[in-house]
């Protein structure tokens, strides 16, 4: 059995220095941010070479936060892409705001040459999503951005560590948002989130807003939420980020034999540094291919099958012809840091 990711193996293979932090943690009485977020706010973000972070408690909820921050409301529109996890948009439905969807391009991340014809009087702040572990075209967006007076909040919830010209995602936005979901390449044992900036005030309003809207204790100065990062998660985040180095390496080795192996297939465009989250091929025959795989005890998966703006929650059906298309032909293949070479090959025969 090829599995598509093994996060048993990786809790084995760091098992000591977890169940020793989980131990000291439960020791401290001290659960909710305390000294372990703290810390794992500093060391997050000098890997991020950002100025400032917050743990919250979700990738869904560090997108909200971002969002209310910036003074998204009602009716506001954000610009994103609709080939994403469905959170993105979420997150904007939660401030009744609009998402308008611009089509993507080959690397299934945003169509920079698409944005300006979505900007409308009421668009706020562009929102690319880093998808798969791979970065958008951040030059272009934030020139756009500037050019117009928008705002630019990172997805960076699937590219822990990916890079654009040497810079980390997370580091170029007005905001980036992050999530710890255990099946990231940097993932917690439940649900986390964390809020990059290298903006003192958004930094501030992100840390009222995800605790009420309390600026010091009883002082509430703005509506806020109930979104923080608990002690136990924060301090196994600081476990696995001294790992996380050296499993997106092994994700990139991975994704090169890959490129080298496979034939019949559509392989993924890399833009600067991915970090493979998800190693995504296209094929006219997905389906069939999917289901052969199967027969060989190769597990693969669809990210993701609806584009979003097809989903039943939307009554206009709008036109976005590279993301229809694609999410009719890709297929996530086994990917994760503890794949050995033989499995890989085995995967690009069948194939």
């Known amino acids: 059995m090829v599995e598509f990711i093994d996060l048993k193996g990786e809790y084995e293979g760091i098992k000591d220095e977890v169940d020793s932090k989980v131990k000291k943690v439960l020791s401290s009485g001290s659960y909710i941010l305390g000294e372990e977020v703290k810390e794992f706010e500093k060391e997050f973000s000098e890997y991020l070479t950002v100025k400032n972070g917050v743990g919250v408690s979700s990738g869904t909820d560090a997108l909200i936060l971002s969002l209310a921050a910036l003074g998204v409301k009602e009716n506001d529109e ?35 040459s698409k944005i300006e014809e979505k900007i409308s009087e009421k668009t706020k702040v562009i929102l690319p999503v880093h998808l798969y572990g791979n970065s958008c075209d951040m030059d272009k967006i934030m020139k756009i951005a500037k050019d117009n ?10 590219a822990h560590g990916a890079e654009y010209k ?48 309390q600026k ?62 998800l190693y995504v091929v296209r094929s ?6 999917m289901e052969k795989l199967k027969g060989k005890d190769i597990n693969t998966l669809i ?20 993301t229809e298309q694609f999410s009719k032909e890709i297929l996530s293949l086994p990917m994760h840091a503890f794949l050995d070479e033989e499995e890989i090959l085995g995967v690009c025969k069948e194939i």
């Open 216 to 277: 010091e204790k009883n002082k509430f100065v703005m509506k806020g939420y109930n979104a923080r990062l608990d002690e136990l998660q924060a301090g196994i985040l600081r476990v696995k980020l001294n790992h996380l180095s050296e499993w997106n390496e092994k994700r990139r080795k991975n994704s090169k034999i890959y490129n080298e192996n496979l034939k019949n297939v559509e392989l993924p465009i890399e833009n600067g540094k991915s970090v493979y989250h």
């Open 78 to 112: 954000v610009i994103t892409v609709s080939n994403t996890a469905f959170p993105t948009v979420a997150a904007i439905f939660s401030l009744k705001a609009k998402p308008v969807f611009v089509d993507v391009g080959n690397d299934y991340n945003i169509d920079v």
């Open 166 to 213: 040497n810079k980390k995602v997370g580091s170029f936005g007005d905001l980036g948002c992050f999530s710890f979901y255990p099946t990231k390449n940097l993932g917690c044992y439940g649900d986390g989130g964390f809020v990059s900036t290298n903006d003192d005030e958004l930094n501030e309003k992100v840390r009222m807003l995800r605790e009420y809207g």
């Open 149 to 158: 007076n928008l705002k630019v909040v990172e997805d960076c919830c699937q």
């Open 284 to 289: 006219k025959e997905r389906d069939n291919l």
């Open 303 to 322: 990210h993701y099958p609806i584009p979003i703006h097809l989903q039943e929650v939307f009554k206009d059906k709008e036109k976005l012809e590279k």
